[in-house]
């Protein structure tokens, strides 16, 4: 019994450090319509090839568990997302 209570909890803890949603439809959209939707991004950075990359982090700490979001798009030279990507360990990924 109390290994099936400590496998139990082990598959929940697992399940919620996965990374959640989709960040794909931000494609083709602009700089602009992104920073109206998350703010000034955390880390922006400008590449030789005029094409930049942007960073949006999140965290909290509750209940002694933190849990952090991290979305990253790159932008071209005409200010259009080419790709983004969400990394996260918790639901603060569904704040964004």
């Known amino acids: 019994?109390?290994?099936r209570?400590?496998?139990s909890f082990f598959m929940i803890f697992v399940a919620s450090c996965a990374s959640n949603g989709d960040v794909s439809h931000w494609h083709g959209e602009s700089l602009g319509t992104l920073?109206?939707?998350?703010?000034t991004p955390q880390t922006f950075?400008?590449?030789e090839d005029g094409n930049k990359v942007i960073e949006y982090d999140g965290a909290t700490a509750l209940h002694k568990a933190a849990n952090y979001c991290s979305?990253?798009?790159?932008i071209d030279r005409q200010?259009?997302?080419l790709g983004a990507s969400r990394k996260g360990n918790g639901t603060?990924?569904?704040?964004?």
């Open 45 to 47: 950075l400008k590449l």
């Open 35 to 39: 920073i109206e939707e998350y703010g």
């Open 79 to 81: 200010n259009k997302i």
């Open 1 to 3: 019994m109390k290994n």
């Open 92 to 96: 603060n990924c569904s704040n964004f």
């Open 71 to 74: 979305l990253t798009f790159m």
């Open 5 to 7: 209570v400590v496998s």
